[in-house]
């Protein structure tokens, strides 16, 4: 890569900072705002995807713009970073994302760290995690694939929709679900139901990978003597 590991492990802490500090701090302004349930969650929703956009354009050339370790997992299990690296990526992540809340309670006059009494656990639950984490790791990949230009767009559109049609409102991300666990606030996550959602994070970007490394593997048309002979 073009930036150096200390530059790409700021990129990354900086990253997921600003996208916790704007899940968190909407989701403050939300409910400040008006007291819809339904409003509270479009006025959650639009500047989180809108921010993606934004992180991705302007620090995926520094870093891949990961932001989320279970996609730095994907990418260290694809070997398209050394598994070191990937570790360390995940460690700037979830620094990032404790800066990130503690940056919205400042921002809002809320104590620096206040752990989340909001419950979020159950079969249903977790299962919208894997489907939302499985949804985000296939978009990327393809995207990459197909349209590495419109990453951007293609990650911050999907988690928007993401908000609205997964029963959890789409963490999709270990080191977002644990920032989230530090914040009392509409967005947050009780530290005791952490485990079942990041399990179902995990496993569902792995199962993402599965599918998604078969389904964009070009096989050679063995009609064609070029293509057939490159295959042997």
């Not at 694809?78 to 990032?96: F, H, I, N, T």
């Not at 005791?192 to 792995?206: H, M, N, R, S, T």
Request: glycine letters at 8%; charged letters at 15%; one cysteine or more.
């Amino acid at each position: 890569m073009a930036f150096d590991l200390p530059r790409r492990l700021t990129a990354e802490a900086l990253g997921t900072a600003l996208l916790v500090a704007t899940v968190v701090g909407s989701g403050i302004m939300a409910v400040n705002l008006t007291h819809d349930v339904g409003l509270q969650l479009l006025g959650n929703t639009l500047p989180t995807g809108a921010m993606l956009v934004v992180l991705i354009t302007i620090l995926g050339p520094i870093s891949g713009a990961h932001f989320n370790p279970a996609v730095s997992l994907v990418f260290a299990l694809k070997r398209d970073m050394r598994p070191r690296d990937a570790a360390l990526y995940m460690l700037a992540q979830v620094a990032g994302g404790v800066a990130g809340a503690i940056v919205a309670h400042l921002m809002f006059a809320l104590p620096l760290i206040a752990l989340s009494e909001k419950a979020r656990t159950g079969g249903a639950q977790w299962f919208a995690e894997w489907v939302a984490t499985f949804g985000l790791v296939a978009t990327i990949l393809a995207g990459i694939r197909f349209e590495r230009s419109a990453v951007p767009w293609l990650v911050g559109l999907y988690i928007a929709a993401a908000y609205w049609f997964t029963a959890s409102t789409s963490f999709a991300n270990p080191a977002v679900a644990i920032a989230r666990s530090l914040t009392n606030t509409f967005s947050g996550i009780r530290p005791i139901d952490l485990p079942g959602f990041i399990a179902a994070e995990l496993l569902g970007a792995v199962c993402a990978l599965a599918l998604m490394g078969w389904l964009l593997r070009e096989e050679a048309d063995a009609s064609d003597p070029l293509k057939a002979e490159a295959r042997l």
